[in-house]
C-alpha cells in the first residue's frame, strides 16, 4: 500500500463500474487510498469493487449505488461518505456516455436530452454536493474526465461536445470557487479537468486487434494520471486542463 499523498485519503469515483472507473479504484486502492465509488449498474460496481479489494489486500473499498441524477441522492451520499470516514478528499467524475450522427444536419436533439444528463447534470450534482468537504480536506480535488472534442467539435459531434464543453466550463466554476475560497493564501483545494481523445481498455484491442486507437489513452494510464493529480499542490492543478492527448 502507499505511503504517499493518497494514503489515508478518502476518494469518491462516480462511474465506477467502467473500464476506466475499474482501473482508478484499483490504482486508487494501490496507493492507499479508501475508495468509495458509485455506479447505476449495481452488479458491474460490485464486480469492479471486488476486483479492487481483492488486488489489494487489506484496502478499503466499497461501493454505493446511487442515481446522480437526482440531486438529493448525490447530497446524501457526500454526506454518508464523509460521517462513515470522516473525510473527503476526493471525487473523479467518470460519468460517461456519447452519441454521435454522420454529419451535422442529421443531428439528433433526443441525442442532446441524453447527454445533457450524463455529461452536465451529473456533473452539476456531484460538485454542488461535495464542494464543502473537499474544502475542508487539506487535498480535497474534484477531477473530471473531458474529450479533446470539446475544445475543437467535429459536425457530426455537436451534441457531445457542446455537453463535454459545458460540463468542462461548471468545473472552471468550481475551481473559481476554491481559488476565491483560498483567498491571498491560494487554494487548498483544486478542481480540475483531464483531457483525453477518448479511451481504450484490454477488451477493446481484444476485439479489434488491427486497430491502432491513435491518440487514446489507455484506462490504465488515466488512472496514473488521476493518482499523479494529489502530488502537485492545489494550485498548480487548479482550474487547469491537463491533457493526455495532443492539443487540437
Known sequence: MGNGALSGAVIAVAGAGG???????????????????SDNDPERLAEAV???????????????????????????????????????DGL???????????????TRLDDWDLLELLL??????????FHEALQRSDRGRYLLISAAGASRPTAGNAAYAAAKAAAEAWTLALADYFAKAGGEQGPKAAAAILVVKALVHDAMRAERPNAKFAGFTDVKDLAEAIAGVWDKPAAEVNGQRLWLTEKP
Open 50 to 88: 471486488d476486483t479492487a479489494r481483492y488486488a489489494h489486500g487489506g484496502a478499503t473499498v466499497v461501493g454505493d449505488t446511487v442515481d446522480l441524477l437526482d440531486r438529493q441522492a448525490a447530497q446524501d451520499w457526500a454526506v454518508r461518505i464523509e460521517k462513515d470516514f470522516g473525510r473527503v
Open 19 to 37: 473500464p476506466a472507473g475499474r482501473a482508478t479504484l484499483l490504482r486508487l486502492a494501490e496507493a492507499g487510498a479508501t475508495v468509495v465509488g
Open 120 to 129: 452536465i447534470r451529473t456533473v452539476q450534482h456531484t460538485s454542488l454536493a
Open 92 to 106: 473523479v467524475h467518470l460519468v460517461g456516455g456519447w452519441r454521435g450522427s454522420e454529419t451535422f444536419t442529421k
